[in-house]
């Protein structure tokens, strides 16, 4: 068969380059590998004690427990709040699985609820409307780097006696109001999945919390759910960090405000470029939010055309994501077909998110920008 017929087209704006970040740490990575080397320390210790504090530090947290994926950060957030069978905990269908299945593994039954159509983070009408006698906590997603409007979901989790375990995996840094998302539920849950605006090089995540009663159950959970080595007062999970991945998070955590600051410049040259494209809505900014952009996602016509009409000209797109999860197999039990959530629906169908990360440049996104107005033009 022809080569050329096999060969992926030449990339010419990449969706994401994981590569340039470390080329430009490579000598302090490095010299972080060999000393966990050195140590024989490679998991937990001295570097996770160290990266939590700052990382606590720079979210605004009393503190922070580093565990292995932003997946176990939510289980272990929302078992140290005793979630049990019967409770019914409110969050958005549109997110990543792991936001739900640790509910659902905690034996907590989903509500899933409507987002707000200029944001699509969750729409704190439906989630008052949504409480009922069973519910016992809400999950806002600080989704593609913007936080959830947080007042409302404070004010009725007051009312109601609810608890708020925010997912921040896309919000490293974020804020509304000037408070950093993670900092204002009881728990706020972080990745450090590779291609998050803080990324290891592997998996990683974090709890952040106020309260050392839940920072302390977390750490159990991480370790077995033991209090001291081998007295074992829970079943736990092997949740922990390992010792390099915290070493090589604590170096690039001193650039990640220079990051987040370049992804919004990214966004601010794609909104000059894109500003007057028929059939393309860019996201929405709430004010009072400092949004980080982990992802760019415009709402786009005729999408999958679109996203086709780049792919041929080598420009990396993506969608986030494409099936609503109430519309998913794994979730069939809870009864949800097509037209229970209008406005997470009609996103599905026209998001589309551009290449977006700290390096990308002013020529690549007129790049991408030249390709979308060509797209439209036709
Ligand atoms: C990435 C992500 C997670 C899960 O994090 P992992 O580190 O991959 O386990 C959870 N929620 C959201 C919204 C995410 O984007």
């Known amino acids: 068969m022809p080569r050329s017929l096999t060969a992926a087209p030449k990339t010419t704006v990449p969706f994401l380059d994981l590569v340039a970040p470390h080329r430009a740490l490579e000598a302090e990575l490095v010299t972080a590998f060999r000393r966990a080397l050195e140590s024989a320390s490679f998991v937990g210790g001295v570097e996770v004690a160290a990266f939590e504090r700052e990382f606590a530090a720079f979210i605004g947290s009393p503190g922070a427990v580093a565990v292995n994926s932003g997946t176990d950060a939510l289980r272990f957030a929302y078992q140290a709040l005793g979630v049990r069978p019967g409770d019914e905990v409110i969050t958005v269908p549109n997110t990543f699985i792991a936001t739900t299945e640790a509910l659902s593994q905690a034996g907590a039954t989903i509500r899933f609820v409507e987002v707000r159509e200029d944001t699509l983070t969750i729409d704190p009408e439906a989630a008052a409307a949504a409480v009922g006698p069973r519910t016992v906590g809400i999950v806002p997603v600080h989704l593609y ?184 197999a794994a979730y069939s039990g809870l009864g949800l077909g097509a037209g229970s959530f209008p406005v997470t629906e009609a996103a599905a169908r026209d998001i589309l998110s551009l290449p977006m990360f700290p390096e990308l440049t002013a020529d690549q996104i007129g790049i991408v920008a030249d390709a979308i107005r060509e797209f439209y033009r036709s």
């Not at 974020?174 to 408070?179: K, L, P, V």
């Not at 290891?200 to 370790?223: D, I, K, Y």
């Not at 000059?272 to 059939?279: C, N, Q």
């Not at 709430?286 to 999408?303: K, Q, S, T």
């Open 145 to 328: 780097g913007q936080m959830a409007e947080m007042a409302p979901l404070l004010d009725l989790a007051a009312q109601r006696g609810l608890w708020i375990v925010e997912d921040a995996a896309q919000a490293h840094g974020a804020s509304d109001q000037g408070r950093h998302a993670g900092t204002q539920g009881a728990l706020g849950a972080f990745s450090f999945y590779p291609g998050k605006n803080l990324g290891a090089c592997g998996e990683g995540g974090a709890v952040v919390a106020p309260s050392e009663a839940h920072r302390a159950t977390v750490r159990r959970l991480r370790e077995h759910g033991q209090s001291s080595k081998y007295v074992h007062e829970t079943e736990g999970y092997n949740g922990r960090m390992d010792a390099i991945q915290a070493a090589f998070l604590r170096i690039k955590l001193r650039h990640l405000s220079e990051w987040n600051a370049a992804r919004r410049r990214a966004a601010e040259l794609y909104r000059k470029a894109l500003v007057d494209v028929p059939g393309v809505r860019l996201p929405v900014e709430r004010p009072g939010a400092v949004h980080v952009y982990h992802l760019f996602v415009i709402r786009a016509e005729r999408r999958d055309a679109l996203q086709q009409h780049l792919a041929a000209r080598g420009i990396g797109t993506g969608l986030h994501y494409p099936v609503p999860l109430h519309l998913q």
